[in-house]
């Protein structure tokens, strides 16, 4: 479909499919991440300079709506990271914002997307939208948005480079990261994007 061809979308119709927009799935054939030709050069973001000291970028992907881009995305992990076993290595998802998100339909869609991976409880899916919503903020076109998993610890947060809350739960960080890493993720070429450069 040209430019010329595509859907004009009322500002009421954008905002309501924003929260379709907060992560990487969902849509179906509509939406569509497009992986570039290789990992440009690139500096680890400071937040991970301590952490991640050894942390390359594996591989990147722009998330798109109906032709609109949503979000640049980066995947950080040492040489050893491997895809298959994701949760059992430190790696970093970097995320800069293409257009303006809340951070209460980041969360939600987020936990709708984690329950492809499984059936975690009413309790359970509770506490994880509760530290959500503690940890995710709104954002704005140009904002970067950064998450750390540690093996067995959980997962920390940076919002433009200032630290959110952590989220102490090594299944969530887990499940987490799986909307974008693991086989069940509802945007498999996302995941193929992101993970370009790792080893097989």
Do not use: C, K
Not at 154 to 183: C, K, M
């Amino acid at each position: 479909m040209s430019p010329a061809q595509q859907p004009v979308l009322s500002r009421r119709t954008l905002l309501q499919h924003s929260g379709r927009w907060a992560v990487g799935g969902g849509l179906g054939g509509v939406l569509a991440a497009a992986a570039h030709a290789s990992v440009e050069t690139t500096v680890l973001p400071l937040e991970l300079a301590g952490e991640l000291p050894q942390a390359q970028a594996l591989g990147t992907a722009r998330l798109r709506f109906l032709g609109l881009d949503i979000y640049e995305a980066r995947l950080w992990a040492p040489r050893s990271f491997v895809p298959t076993a994701y949760a059992q290595s430190p790696f970093a998802l970097e995320l800069t914002y293409l257009r303006s998100l809340s951070g209460r339909r980041i969360a939600e869609r987020s936990l709708q997307e984690m329950r492809r991976q499984g059936s975690f409880g009413t309790a359970r899916e509770a506490a994880w939208l509760d530290a959500m919503l503690q940890t995710f903020a709104d954002v704005q076109s140009g904002d970067r948005f950064t998450g750390l998993h540690t093996p067995g610890a959980g997962a920390r947060f940076w919002l433009n480079g200032q630290a959110r809350a952590p989220v102490r739960d090594a299944e969530f960080s887990r499940v987490f990261f799986g909307i974008w890493l693991a086989d069940a993720s509802s945007e498999p070429q996302l995941r193929a994007s992101l993970l370009g450069h790792a080893a097989p």
